[in-house]
T-cell receptor, first 109, second 112 residues
Framework: GQQVMQIPQYQHVQEGEDFTTYCNSS?????IQWYKQRPGGHPVFLIQ?????EVKKQKRLTFQFGEAKKNSSLHITATQTTDVGTYFC?????????FGSGTKLNVKP | DARVTQTPRHKVTEMGQEVTMRCQPI?????VFWYRQTMMQGLELLAY????????DSGMPKDRFSAEMPDATLATLKIQPSEPRDSAVYFC??????????FGEGSRLTVL
């Protein structure tokens, strides 16, 4: 069945360091979305990627969608303590969103 | 501010009791999802509605879970009987699929 794998599971960084989380699907996706969940909160939409090879930026965040539309990455440049939380990718296929297991980011000041 | 509303926010119950969680999706959204979140399983899809019709509930234990959408303003998730392993945070999300999903704040369920 459809699976979306996400690595790493945890990442601890010093404030100012970069961070990357990777998402891989077992099948080609129609689109992929990224969400951020703060501790104790609910997932909040960050961005959607639709096209093969697409790259989008939001300030310090860079999102990529692979050429085969089976993988994606989120890169944060110069992390800040406000970046703490769990980042989820969600691949869309067959009318459903398949969420990755998330990467929990901890940023030490 | 349009938002997805879930009730109750917290529920503590004893094993064997019936639990009903409710969700008011954002007005006009055509899709509603129920997800369960635990430490071990991440976000697990339980059920999915499009235009109020159930499209997929393959992720739901059918012997004890049921999901319905009696009207456009209400989605329900029922567990009967509840078990300790059902303890989790249950999220409802609505949207215009395949666009952005708007999540509610979740219902934290503890089954003793």
């Amino acid at each position: 069945g459809q699976q979306v794998m996400q690595i790493p599971q945890y990442q601890h960084v010093q404030e100012g360091e970069d961070f990357t989380t990777y998402c891989n699907s077992s099948t080609t996706l129609s689109n992929i979305q990224w969400y951020k969940q703060r501790p104790g909160g609910h997932p909040v939409f960050l961005i959607q990627l639709v096209k093969s090879g697409e790259v989008k930026k939001q300030k310090r965040l860079t999102f990529q969608f692979g050429e085969a539309k089976k993988n994606s990455s989120l890169h944060i440049t110069a992390t800040q303590t406000t970046d703490v939380g769990t980042y989820f990718c969600a691949g869309y296929n067959f009318n459903k969103f398949y969420f990755g297991s998330g990467t929990k980011l901890n940023v030490k000041p | 501010d349009a938002r997805v509303t879930q009730t109750p926010r917290h529920k503590v119950t004893e094993m064997g009791q019936e639990v009903t969680m409710r969700c008011q999706p954002i007005l006009g959204h055509n899709t509603v999802f129920w997800y369960r979140q635990t430490m071990m399983q991440g976000l697990e899809l339980l059920a999915y509605f499009r235009n109020r019709a159930p499209l997929d509930d393959s992720g739901m234990p059918k012997d004890r879970f049921s999901a319905e959408m009696p009207d456009a303003t209400l989605a329900t998730l029922k567990i009967q009987p509840s078990e300790p392993r059902d303890s989790a945070v249950y999220f409802c999300a609505s949207g215009f699929s395949p666009g952005e999903l708007f999540f509610g704040e979740g219902s934290r369920l503890t089954v003793l």
